[in-house]
């Protein structure tokens, strides 16, 4: 075997030898490693819109997936809640951004109450509840926390709050986790898109 020694300053020597660090062909392990940039720098693509939806819906200055949305008309469109308070919890909004109840025109404010009548009407037979909360928040001291009407539809069950009145409260602490987690965009640890996106299909099921 014909080897060559590279004479390396001090006591060390190192032996290259062609039989044992040949310069070809490549080795195929390294071949099976892709570069972690190119696996992590092509963005997934965005999911088309369910059929019959719009690519996006405005909330306030916040833009929803299309993904959350189970039902929409010319003027409204219902969406999954953030985190709900109860199962079925979910807001019917009128898709022009309007801020107050009163600046609705008559078509918008008929439109969004006959919405949100339909919408509460299928989710209450579809979590076999017995009642529903309507609520709207209409002003920031009304505990309004995005400025885009919206009401909050909740199917209800005997029992499912010890004193009935105290879900008014607790819609608005709601209100204001769901303002701090649009405005912070951070991960969502409650509900995951995916998460949300599969409510609002079984929703948008009992709508076809």
């Known amino acids: 075997m014909n080897s060559s020694s590279l004479q390396m300053p001090g006591r060390f020597s190192v032996l290259c030898s062609r039989a044992v660090l040949p310069l070809s062909p490549p080795s195929l392990f390294f071949r099976r490693l892709p570069h972690p940039r190119a696996v992590s720098s092509s ?7 369910p059929p019959g939806m719009e690519a996006s819906y405005k909330f306030g200055p916040y833009k929803i997936d299309a993904r959350e949305v189970f039902h929409a008309t010319p003027l409204s469109y219902a969406m999954v809640n953030l985190r709900p308070l109860l199962p079925g919890h979910v807001l019917v ?22 919405t949100a009548k339909e919408v509460g009407v299928r989710l209450e037979q579809y979590h076999k509840a017995s009642s529903l909360t309507f609520a709207i928040q ?23 709050f010890e004193k009935n009145d105290e879900i008014y409260d607790a819609i608005d602490v709601k209100e204001r986790e769901l303002k701090e987690k649009l405005d912070l965009d951070i991960e969502r640890k409650d509900r995951s898109m995916e998460e949300m996106a599969h409510e609002a299909n079984e929703y948008r099921a009992i709508f076809s």
């Open 43 to 49: 963005p997934l693509p965005t999911p088309p819109p």
């Open 93 to 114: 909004c009128p898709k022009r951004e309007v801020k107050r109840f009163a600046d609705l025109s008559s078509d918008e404010t008929s439109d969004l109450w006959v």
């Open 138 to 160: 209409d002003g920031p001291q009304a505990g309004q926390t995005v400025p885009h009407v919206h009401i909050h539809v909740i199917p209800r069950k005997k029992g499912d």
